[in-house]
């Protein structure tokens, strides 16, 4: 009974629409790609595919002009008397007669610059024409593998193997979304997604969404990887020269100017190409604009294509975008990729106003069994046709993945995956059922080599089991670790639990529990690493340790949007530990400085004494509007730039050994990160906490601050870190505030120096603030330059730090080397 219902529901949907195909070539008959096609005073369009086919749907029979618009090709109209299922026509496109005499030239003054003014003057009120509205919104991704290698880096690169043709090239990600759109400037959004369909996954779901492509010239930025300049921004004379090239007129008649855009500078955000202004408007009619990716600060795109088309509607005189493409070439390691995202917008309505409760913080949803759609209703609304690649793709994925649910294919892979080597006892090893969805996963001791002054040189294996399902996204992990120092000839076991309930709240349990040796600052202010050369070449050994013989279950969830909770309770026994070892790579009479923090020249007195407690935490976090995108497998959330995020945070120690060890104890923290248009990003972070009743509390629960003395940094920003200050100097058990304002121009300032422009870095400005009782405030300056590096690889920093406490107390130079934490 479902199928016949089924099928008659979908006789009854095929028969409300009628269609016109066809295909569009030039003169010499050569296929034209992305060509606009719309009925004439409508906003019903679609757009060709690469093979120059269409298809545009039609709700009512009869007479119908269509209109074919294309840059540098004469506007064609056909007249189609539709009294049928479907029409096929070819459309054979002239190459317009672009005219310099349009345009009155005055020798004094170019005349693009006046036509770029009038149009930076009336943007505001076109703009508004098309500021609410809703829409049907298509898109379309194509992503493809070209020449792939078959080792990076030694590793074999298999993954793709079986979807590659004989050049190791062919397509790794195909999708499509057919949403309805609730839209208002600047960035109100309300997408609801009716079909979605992704290449090889049949209950797959696109990520394609209209939010994350809202690249609109009439704002001052198009929001790429980082915030690019608009061709008619307020600013954009500062960043664009303007060419006139002549003018044409469009299917209605009107005056289109053709102006090239450069940028005044190659280093900087600032598109080059083509922009196209309707005379006397000064509205938009096309543009056809590109970028490298050195200009974004995204080094791993060599270069992307933004084209957008405009249709006309003479009887609301409206100009709006019905068609967008998005291209791009990317490539790093010997791995080179090319894709297009192809995005049509139809049967516009525009409101004057919408209710107030129509957005929310959910900007996007899914209609149930969006995912289930059949072909025929693909074949149906499918705004731009298939070409003959895309058709090919779904056809041998959809074949593909039926062989790949199978047991026997799944253990075919498994077999080959899970054969073991002598060489994996030194590398790692994993154990995989594909058909169960579990694995067994062995990490090798050798991989985690590290030196500290207490273990000496320490080795640490681990050994995990890990269930997942897929389409929950949610996982079973039980795993185990081994850590083992030679010099201190002790070997401590860790054993830990982790079960993620679902993607919606992303609730986690976790339980650990054993014996490990742990940093006084839970923050783990200095990696292993990075103390390992430390100690061993320069005899600096800061890392400083203690016994830790626990066990902690934790719990943390989202509440509702953007309120989360994280709760835990932990039974410890701390021990102190003392230096085993004086071995070193140099030879130096320096003797390191003991395993005590408060007292470094004292081998023999400790920084605490053994001791038993039990500690609770309860922490919120409050991400102020938060938005979010609604997915059958899972929510994800989205930041909102406009408000900070407050963490509140309530610590209890209680059931010591010695009743002098228990305490209560608050914090609080503000994030904010602004984004300063294109001058760059503001990063804030401000702390601050206080003690209660904790006059004699262990050394270990002081309030311990993010130092470095190593002159080594290792994250992508400095907002938790001093770095010029010791470890342990300013630790407190009484109450502090933490300020950290670091600023990256993102290029703004450094795109414009001569000769520096061409490193493509970033200038960093830092401040820090540190007060606590019984010192003066200590604070850090820095000025440095970030995302150095050679080509596409950009994991360098360099800074500049004076230190001041009551004066002027020193500085130093950070190098910031952010490979270092794929050891880690």
Known sequence: MKKITFILFLLISLSCYSQIKGRVTDGKGIPLAFVNIFEENTYNGTTTNEQGKFELNIRVPGKHIVIFQYLGYQTAKRIIDLDKASETIDVVMLEENITLNEVVINTKENPANEIIRNAIKNKKDNSEKTARYKSDFYSRGIIRLKDAPKTIMGQKFDFFDEILDSTRSGIIYLSETVSKITYQKPDKMKEVI???????KDNGFSFNNAASVNFDCYENYLPFQINVVSPIADNAFNYYKYKFEGSFFSENKQQINKIKVTPRRDTEPAMEGYIYIVDDTFAIYATDLSIKGSQMQ???IDQLTLKQSYSYNSVNKIWVKNTQTLDFIAG???IKVNGRFTYVYSNFEFEKEFAKKTFTNEILSFQQNANKKEDAFWNTIRPVPLTEEESKDYVKKDILQTKKKSLKYLDSIDAKHNKFKITDILTGYSYKNSFKKWSIDYDSPLTSIAFNTVQGWKLNAGLSYTKRNEEKRTFTRVGSRFDYGFSENKLRATANFTHKFNNINNSIVTINGGSAVAQFNGNNPISNAVNTVSTLFFKNNFMKLYEKNFVTTSFTREIVNGIYVNASA?????????NTTNQSVIKSNDLYTSNNPLDPTNETTAAIVKNNLVKTNVAFRFNFGQKYLSRPDGKYNIPNEDYPSLTLGYE?????TDKNNEYDFVAGKIDYELTLGNKGTLQMVFKGGKFFNADNISFVDYRHFNGNLTHIGQADTYTNVFN???YYVASTNKSYSETHIEHNDKGYF???????????SQLVLGFHNLAV???KPYQEFSVGLDNLGFGKYRLLRIDYVRGYQNGYQGDGVIFGLKFLNVLE
């Not at 450094?750 to 493509?760: E, G, R």
Request: proline share 11%.
């Open 194 to 200: 009716i079909a979605s369909k992704v290449s090889g």
């Open 298 to 300: 995204t080094p791993v």
């Open 332 to 334: 790093m390691i010997g």
């Open 570 to 578: 932990e039974y410890a026994e701390r021990k102190p530990l003392y």
């Open 652 to 656: 209890k120690a209680f059931a010591a």
């Open 724 to 726: 010029l200050l010791p």
């Open 750 to 760: 450094m795109n414009k120096i001569p000769l520096l422009k061409y490193l493509q």
């Open 773 to 775: 009782p019984d010192r």
